[in-house]
DNA sequence: TAGCATTAAATCAGCCAGCG
DNA sequence: CGCTGGCTGATTTAATGCTA
């Protein structure tokens, strides 16, 4: 995948793409491994093993998150049974979901929506905006109060940062805070450009001190004048909209840029938004 | 790409809690 | 006590992954 010519990784991203498409429009649809390869016109043979390599997990685990994630947004803003979330989501019976469910996000369909529901009482202090909004990028210069942190640092390839954010957000409940409002931000040291060097962590900033253990840390994100775009639309943009911010926009701005750690605000999450509507906020340091 | 191994999902049986 | 909804463990079945 490494050595492929870029213009076949671009017409493969554009054929998979059809088919991740298809499976976050209707999740719930049954379909047969023949019928998503046709789709992105591959050999059923070949078509899983592309579908990994580009997207960085299998078909049936996409088909999997984009159902549980229709389901998570069911529970945490409606007040239908579980059992019909299960159906509604693909599931033949609420056992099957409850058990995938679990898999998901560590704990069972009632506690999440238990959780959600209570976890509305928290918000960051909003940053300060010094200046304001740049014509050409919707970028503002903040000044930003430090934030104190769980975190979890990722280990492994990009493509598996959700894996790490799944196991921060089990380390959550299982440290009996299920129901404790919460702010997700992920930091980012280093270039996500270079293999080496690129750190990063997922973390969640409580209202209060609550001891870390296992591998996950309290640390204290350090505050200061940052650059602040917003970034509306799924995960996968946030490479690029950081690429360009640090390649177009930082150069041509007239700000230094400072060796603190970028970071990503998640101001909602896919529990209750679509990937489309997704909000974050990138902010790389400033001098 | 066949054939085997592994993994995930479905199914079934049964438990528990809440309620009339 | 029976009914219902929700959850789990064990087992079966199907899909997926790996290797040659």
Known sequence: MKSMKQTTRNDYARRIARVTEAIFR????????????????????????????????????T??????????????????????????????NAQSFARAFRGFVAVSPTQFRATHRAAADFTLPSPVVVTRKDAAMNVEIVELAPIRAHLLEHKGPVASIPETWAGLWRWH???????????????????????????????LAFPDGVAASGEVTIADIVGGRYASYRHVGPYSGIGAAFQKLYGEWLPTSG????????????????????PEGLITDLLIPVK
């Open 26 to 61: 209707d999740p719930a649809r049954a379909r047969s491994l023949e019928d998503w390869a046709a789709l992105a016109n591959f050999s059923p043979f070949h078509f899983h093993r592309i579908y990994r390599a580009m997207q960085g997990e299998s078909l049936a685990d």
């Open 173 to 203: 409940m299982q440290a009996g805070l299920a129901g404790r409002a919460l702010y997700p931000i992920g930091v980012c040291y280093g270039d996500p450009e270079e293999d080496c060097g690129f750190r990063y962590c997922a973390g």
């Open 255 to 274: 700000h230094e840029p400072d060796d603190r750690p970028a970071l990503e605000i998640y101001r909602n999450t896919p529990y209750d938004a679509p």
């Open 63 to 92: 088909i999997r998150r984009a159902r549980l994630t229709l389901a998570a947004r069911a529970l945490a803003m409606s007040a239908r049974s579980v059992t019909d979330i299960a159906l509604e989501a693909g599931y033949e």
